[in-house]
Structure formats: structure tokens, C-alpha cells
């Protein structure tokens, strides 16, 4: 489909921060008609830092979708003994290549809503006792100004382009004009849709590519309710862990609900929707406000996630067992990465490209049937996940040439997938599927819980290093073990 596409021009650079240069490339809004609209991309670039023994063009996508890949990029050297951390190694033998996807952040960042409608998004209260937080006529409204937005800001057929395999495409529009004949790819989340998407249209361009926390590309490109399903699952197993922790520890050590986390737990929840907490502003830092069942609800769905932040988790729920919101509230506000619908504006670029990519039925009826099988699969969870993907259902901009075969990538060298065996967001079997769907790959596993493993265990970024800089992987099969979950003290990376 891009064969007919020219090459682009060189990218020209300018200075935008510490060792970082930044650039904008357009490339055709849709790759039939090259010759059509064209839409410009934000492009950064982390120089290697031993420029002598340079390999190439490191390109990553950090997920969600919706996530700012140059945003992130900025940020990496701060963010060191998290998910997505390149190593020095790493830094120094790659030029690292950060692109905005179309419809995120630098590159035309989509809008579906007012600055006044997200106020008023975040500040409705859901009731987390009702599947989808609202009766269900309130969700199909909701829907309706959403989809009516979108369309409202942008047109219908920019955000028709917002599929994976246009991203892949832009992708390898950036190699071009970088000058590079081949790029070593490492994606997270979402961003292991994007590689393999990569390695399938253009699999003679890939060195090495690492996948890590992958996605199931078969569930992505199926039924996005029983995709949705299978996070839900996925992230009532991690708070499920939580819980058995915290109960295993005893008292002693975890003293949140006397032995039973989890009755303690919806009965705070419960207490908290009936009577939030109020918290006082923090100049500064918060703005203050209530503090309500769905919000601690959501709050712990996300901590629970990463074993890492457990201790921290704990002391929140501790403190508004006693009536002190203010931990649990600062919590909350800080969520802006979710699989499930959160008021913020990266949610919407998120929303467009599932919605460019997904199948989802029309009918209410189906999502009835999903919200129904995803409260009975996860108690607490699913009532967040259900009715999430009525957004999709309602799209205005259908894409009416998305592909959806196999992404095999077949031709490409062997990919190194990376997988948590409990992740709350993408669950182990999904890295097992992929292993089996790409042509050729090596399955790592990290033991424990969380979103993501480069940059947060040394076993995982020794194996992933080897992989981007020789070449070289583990066996298939091969385990990382990671330190032992704990609800108070805190937790060191594992150096195992």
C-alpha cells in the first residue's frame, strides 16, 4: 500500500532539550492517496551518547494508546528503575527515535471534548456499585456528546487514519527520512501492537524488536468486548493478589481490615460512596475536593497493578479507614493512564485509535451481555470495565480498510516478547498467543506483578539490552524471578 508513497525529505533538527533534538515530518493522512491530505508528525530524538560505537535508530512506542512517545522520551532520564527505562547501554549505542502516533500528543492531538465538559467528566460522580458507574441510558448520552465531539473537532476522515497500520506506516516514513535502511524497535503495551504491525508490512526493515507487556493482536483487531473482558479478569487478578498478600503477612505486618482485606475493603468503599471525604486543597499540589467509593475504587485498581507501589497503596487505605482522604484522594488524581474510561484528555486520542482498530458490535444489546459477564468474572473491576467500549459502537469514522490479519511477521528476525505473569492490564496468556501468532519469537516471563518489565528488573533489562545491542536472547521460556510482593515495606528492582 506504500509502495507508491516517495521517500521523504531529510528531517531537520533543532535543539529542544538536553541531548534531545526535535523535528516535524508530514506523511499522507491515508496511504491510498498519496498525493491527498497530509498531517504533520512530532518527531523526537535522544542523540546516542558514545556516538562511536553507534548502532543506529532505536524507535519505541510507550502504549496506551494515546501516550506521548516524545513526552515520554523527555522524561526518560528521570524515570530510571521504571517500565520503559532505557538502560545507559542502550542510551549509549542508539539514536533513540520517539514519534508522536497521528492523533497524540505533538501530532494534532485529538479533541472530543470542551476544557468544561472534562471538568465536568471528572468531576461526576460514578457509583461503583452500577456497571459502567451510570444507568445506561446516562452512558448512551455520554457516548453521544463524546462521538459528537470528535467529530465536532476534527473530521471524520483524520480520524478514520488513526489505525496501527498507518502508524507502522509513519513509522517507517521516519526511517526513511532518517537515512537509516533498517530501525531496532522496542514497544510497550499498545506499543507491541505497533511492532508487530511494523514487522508484518515491512519486515526486511526490522534489526531487532522487543515487545514487552504485549497484547493478544488477534483479541485486538477481534471483539473489543472480549478483549475488554480479559483486562478486567486481568486486573481483578492483581488486586485479588493484594488481598492474599496482605492476609498472608497477618496482622502484624498488614493490619488493613484485621485479617480480611477484603470485606474491610467494600466496606470502605461502600462507606466512602455513601459518605465521601472531603480533603482540603494543598497549594501547589491539589486542588482539593471529595473523596468517594469510585474513586478509591479506581485509585486502588491502579496501585494494586504494580507490586512495587503496594506499601504505598496500603498506607492510602489505612488513612481513610481513619477518615484522612487526602493519600487516597492524591491517588486518584494522579491516574491518567487507564484501560477503562477516565476523564482526561489523553483518553480521547486513546478512544480514536482502539476505535480505528476495533470491531465493535452495534447493538446495546451485546454490551449488556459483556457488562453482565464482566461483573460475574470480576467482582470489583468489572463494573469499571463494563459498557467501556460504547464509544466504539457509536464511532462516526469507521475504518473501512483496517487490516486485520495475523501480524506474523513473518521475515522479520526473531522478537524478544516480555510478559508479567500477573499484569493488570495485559494478562500473561495474551504474550503466550503472540509468541505463537508472530513467525518467529522467544517468550520471557518476569515473575510478579506489574504493567511492563524493561527498566523495572534487571533480569528483564539484562535479556532485553542483549536483544537490542548483540541480537542475542534466552531461552524460550526463560524466567525472571522479581522480589517478593509486600503490602508495607517497600520493594528494591530485583538483581537476580
Not at 341 to 365: I, Q, S
Request: glycine share 8%; aromatic share 6%.
Amino acid at each position: 500500500m506504500s509502495a507508491s508513497v516517495p521517500s521523504p525529505d531529510p528531517l531537520t533538527w533543532r535543539n529542544c532539550g538536553k541531548n534531545l533534538e526535535c523535528a516535524t515530518i508530514e506523511v499522507p493522512q491515508e496511504y491510498t492517496e498519496p498525493d491527498g491530505a497530509r498531517i504533520p508528525l512530532a518527531v523526537m530524538r535522544h542523540r546516542a551518547t558514545d556516538p562511536d560505537r553507534r548502532i543506529g535508530s532505536l524507535v519505541f512506542n510507550p502504549g496506551g494508546p494515546g501516550v506521548s512517545a516524545t513526552e515520554t522520551l523527555r522524561s526518560l532520564p528521570k524515570t530510571a528503575g521504571t517500565p520503559g527505562s532505557f538502560s545507559p547501554e542502550v542510551l549509549a549505542r542508539f539514536d533513540v527515535i520517539a514519534m508522536d502516533p497521528r492523533g497524540v500528543g505533538g501530532s494534532q492531538a485529538v479533541r472530543c471534548l470542551t476544557d468544561e465538559q472534562r471538568a465536568d467528566a471528572a468531576g461526576t460522580a460514578f457509583d461503583p456499585a452500577v456497571p459502567g458507574g451510570k444507568p445506561l441510558p446516562r452512558l448512551l448520552a455520554d457516548a453521544a456528546a463524546f462521538t459528537g465531539g470528535c467529530v465536532k473537532h476534527q473530521s471524520k476522515e483524520f480520524l478514520a487514519s488513526m489505525s496501527t497500520d498507518n502508524v507502522a506506516r509513519d513509522i517507517d516514513q521516519v526511517r526513511s527520512a532518517l537515512g537509516e535502511d533498517k530501525i531496532t524497535y522496542y514497544g510497550l503495551s499498545y506499543g507491541t501492537v505497533v511492532g508487530p504491525m511494523y514487522a508484518t508490512l515491512f519486515p526486511h526493515r526490522v534489526r531487532q524488536m522487543v515487545l514487552d507487556a504485549p497484547v493478544d493482536t488477534n483479541k485486538w483487531f477481534g471483539n473489543s468486548l472480549t478483549f475488554l473482558n480479559d483486562v478486567a479478569v486481568a486486573s481483578e487478578k492483581t488486586l485479588n493478589a493484594w488481598f492474599e498478600t496482605c492476609r498472608a503477612e497477618g496482622t502484624a505486618v498488614c493490619p488493613f481490615g484485621a485479617g480480611d482485606p477484603q470485606a474491610a475493603f467494600d466496606t470502605l468503599i461502600d462507606t466512602l460512596e455513601a459518605k465521601p471525604l472531603k480533603v482540603a486543597p494543598v497549594e501547589g499540589t491539589s486542588p482539593g475536593g471529595e473523596l468517594d467509593g469510585a474513586m478509591a475504587l479506581e485509585a486502588t485498581r491502579a496501585l494494586a497493578g504494580d507490586q512495587n507501589i503496594w506499601p504505598l497503596l496500603t498506607s492510602a487505605l489505612l488513612a481513610a479507614q481513619e477518615g484522612k482522604g487526602a493519600p487516597l484522594f492524591t491517588l486518584w488524581s494522579s491516574v491518567t493512564v487507564s484501560p477503562f474510561p477516565v476523564p482526561t484528555a489523553m483518553y480521547e486520542a486513546h478512544t480514536a485509535v482502539r476505535c480505528a482498530d476495533w470491531w465493535t458490535p452495534a447493538g446495546v444489546a451485546a454490551h449488556k451481555a459483556a457488562a453482565t459477564r464482566a461483573v460475574n468474572e470480576a467482582e470489583r473491576i468489572g463494573t469499571r470495565a463494563a459498557y467501556s467500549a460504547l464509544n466504539c459502537a457509536r464511532w462516526p469514522a469507521p475504518n473501512k480498510d483496517r487490516v486485520t490479519k495475523p501480524l506474523t511477521g513473518a521475515g522479520a528476525p526473531p522478537a524478544l516478547v516480555v510478559a508479567g505473569r500477573l499484569d493488570p492490564v495485559t494478562p500473561h496468556h495474551w504474550a503466550e498467543d503472540m509468541t505463537r501468532t508472530l513467525d518467529s519469537a522467544v517468550l520471557l516471563t518476569r515473575e510478579g506483578v506489574g504493567h511492563g518489565s524493561y527498566g523495572a528488573n534487571s533480569c528483564v533489562s539484562k535479556a532485553v539490552d542483549a536483544a537490542l545491542v548483540r541480537g542475542t536472547h534466552p531461552a524460550d521460556g526463560a524466567v525472571c524471578k522479581t522480589d517478593t510482593p509486600a503490602t508495607t515495606r517497600p520493594l528494591v528492582v530485583a538483581n537476580r
